[in-house]
């Protein structure tokens, strides 16, 4: 199927590993043109010169910086030609007890998880109207429906993201213009971030990685990780010239780990 984004400008936060970066090749795969961020450039920049070998028709372009601060965000937004689809993206906050976390703690996830992607979709979706196209992803998580104790600070500042969106994404003059904003919530997929918090999981509670890894598998009604190409994949899809009757929705992909009928 050809998804209609070739030639389009996007915008892909968080991108030279992991989910964006899965994003981010799934849509030069469709001849999108890209900007990427991360805040290594080295690891930025190879992840640039993977996705031109990828296909030597789009334009790729690298903004480092982190993306919560309000100067790389400009940079990222102006590097942009114009930006018909983005996606917004920003690592994770740290797990903890909320007893322990400070006023600034709460600022800072906040600031990445909820206020960032409010300021990119400000930034850009009034001209997506003009033109009378835009896609706006969202890289939530599972968390959002099925929060995780220790992740309080994600749960919290996501969901406030969630609740914001459900109300912009139904503004007639964006959804009226075939601008659609949705969120993607991921369950487990096989990342750096994973891994990272697997490693955590097995420290603190004293059992090996391997059985820790092996326990949270078995959990998964698939019996396996996600990978970050079929996570890619999915966003293009919803990036895609065929998806513009679907807006302000909560997507899982998280192998059917969540228990509920609806
Ligand atoms: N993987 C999962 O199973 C899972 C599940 C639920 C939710 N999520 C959420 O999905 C998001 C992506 O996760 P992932 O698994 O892809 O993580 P990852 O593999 O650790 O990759 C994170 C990417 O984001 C970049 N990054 C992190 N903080 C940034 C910032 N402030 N500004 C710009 N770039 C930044 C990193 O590069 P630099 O370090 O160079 O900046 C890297 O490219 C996170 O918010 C995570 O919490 C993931």
Redesign the pocket.
Known sequence: MDLGISGRWALV??????????CAEALVREGANVVI????SE??EK?AEHLRRLNQNVTVYTVA????LEE?RHSALTACPQIDILIT?????PPGDFRDWSRQDWLDALD??MLTPIELIKASVDSMAERGFGRVIN?????VKAPIDILGL?NGARSGLTGFIAGLARQPQLAGRNVTINNL??????????K?TQQGVAQSSGLNYESVRESSRQKIPTQR??T?EEFGAFCAFLCSAHAGYMTGQNILLDGGSYPGTY
């Open positions: 936060c968080a991108a030279s590993r992991g989910l964006g970066r899965g961020n991360a805040r290594s690891s930025l992840t910086g982190d993306i919560a790389t993206n920003a690592g994770g906050p990445a998880n890289i939530t998580s599972a968390a994600s919530l991921p369950g487990s997929f096989d990342t750096d971030r994973l990272n990780f996600g970050a």
